[in-house]
């Protein structure tokens, strides 16, 4: 069910609290990568263009409940003034007389940022004091911050209880991309899957089980499955819970419908390092010693194919460890073979995304979800707190 959004309400000279996901990666106090704030410019501009007085709110990092003044949002304040073209103000409270004062100081198309959320003990507690003092800014609530969906905080949840609340142009995009691969699936539906741990994404991988006609396996989470065939994985990383929780996977999957597809072959090296000695070996020879960090050409290779053919593709996980050069061919090749592909192309979670960005292959997927944790709780079929308290659009 699709949510309202911004276009159908008047927001004209209205003082609006949007909150947006600025949590981005900083390095020596400037923004390192300012995809998410990028993806919070479309709601934004329309704010503005539409003569709203536009309140921004957002976390940034895990402050312990305080100020931390290597957290202050003022980075962020600087490069969307930069991305905008216009003076954005900046605030050192959330909420307050000075935030208050400044509100009150603000005219049409304004864009004021209030601070790191997460300063602020109440916010990760949805209390009802900050919740209040926050809603007595603002005469509108537009959550534009998919990714912060999955908690339940004063800022994503809480305030939309309050006041009037709708979707960002953002919020929207990436429910829409979700709703449309998990409900209405072209086929043949190919999930890719890799990454660290398999206990992380165990109840993903089971919804696609019954969702999915193939899931690719690769990444640390392959070598699980492999040790629970009861093959050798030398030295490579497996996480001791992971080999049971991909038994069991096995065991579901032999019955199912889907195909769970392991690797063939593998890259090993002996060593983790980018200048480690390295071979490509079949999965049943990965001598004691030796770590397999990243899928072999011959698995890159069908994976590849099988993604060509696909009618949608999901892809979570790296196949290998690609922030090293020589173990990035498998997932260069998922992410390839995804860009070329006809089919639906969905890519979610944080490393993931890094790599498609790394290889310059972004703008090349239908959808790059941002929601990291929030999209795979939404294919797990959770509620997600964020998009829940949102009203429906109503029936036209
Ligand atoms: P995402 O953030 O896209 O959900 P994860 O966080 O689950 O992905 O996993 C990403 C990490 O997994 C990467 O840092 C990558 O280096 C690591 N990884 C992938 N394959 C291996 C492997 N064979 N051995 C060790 N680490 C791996
Ligand atoms: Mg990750």
Not at 38 to 63: D, F, W
Not at 122 to 141: Q, V
């Amino acid at each position: 069910m699709a949510k309202k959004t911004v276009r159908d309400v008047d927001v004209k000279g209205k003082r609006v609290l949007v909150r947006v996901d600025f949590n981005v990666p900083l390095k020596d106090g400037r923004v390192a990568d300012d995809s998410r704030i990028r993806a919070a410019l479309p709601t934004i501009q329309y704010l503005r263009e539409q003569g709203a007085r536009v309140i921004l709110m957002s976390h940034l990092g895990r402050p312990k409940d305080a100020p931390d003044p290597a957290l202050t949002l003022d980075p962020v304040a600087m490069r969307l003034g930069r991305l905008l073209k216009a003076p954005v103000r900046k605030v050192n409270e959330l909420t307050g007389p000075g935030v208050q004062a400044a509100v009150a100081a603000m005219g049409p198309g304004d864009v004021l940022l209030l601070e790191n959320s997460r300063f602020d003990p109440r916010e990760e507690k949805n209390d009802p004091t900050l919740i209040r003092e926050l809603a007595g800014l603002g005469d509108l609530f537009v959550n534009d911050a998919f990714s912060a969906a999955h908690r339940a905080h004063a800022t994503t949840a809480g305030l939309a209880r309050v006041l009037p609340a709708v979707a960002g142009f953002h919020m929207e995009k990436e429910i829409a991309a979700l709703e449309r691969l998990m409900s209405e699936a072209k086929r043949p539906f190919v999930v890719v899957l890799g990454g660290a741990k398999v206990t992380d994404k165990i109840k993903v991988i089971h919804r696609f089980l019954d969702l999915a006609d193939q899931i690719l396996i690769g990444g640390a989470m392959s070598l699980a499955f492999l040790k629970a065939r009861g093959l050798s994985v030398g030295a490579s990383k497996v996480e001791e819970e992971g080999v049971g929780v991909a038994a069991e996977v096995l065991e579901k999957a032999s019955g199912a419908a889907c195909e769970l597809v392991l690797p063939t072959d593998l890259v090993i090296a002996d060593s983790f390092s980018e200048d480690a000695a390295t071979f490509v070996v079949d999965v049943e020879s990965i001598p004691d010693g030796w770590m397999a960090l990243d899928i072999g050409p011959a698995t890159a290779k069908r994976y590849a194919e099988a993604i060509a053919g696909a009618g949608q593709v999901f892809w979570n996980g790296p196949l290998g460890v690609f922030e090293m050069a020589p173990f990035a061919e498998g997932t260069r090749a998922v992410a390839e073979a995804m860009a070329a592909c006809p089919g639906v192309t969905v890519v979610g979670g944080g490393d993931s995304v890094a790599a498609v960005n790394k290889f310059g292959l972004a703008d090349k997927m239908d959808h790059v979800s941002m929601g990291g944790g929030a999209s795979l709780e939404y294919i797990e079929g959770a509620e997600l707190p964020g998009v829940a308290a949102l009203p429906d659009k109503e029936p036209a």
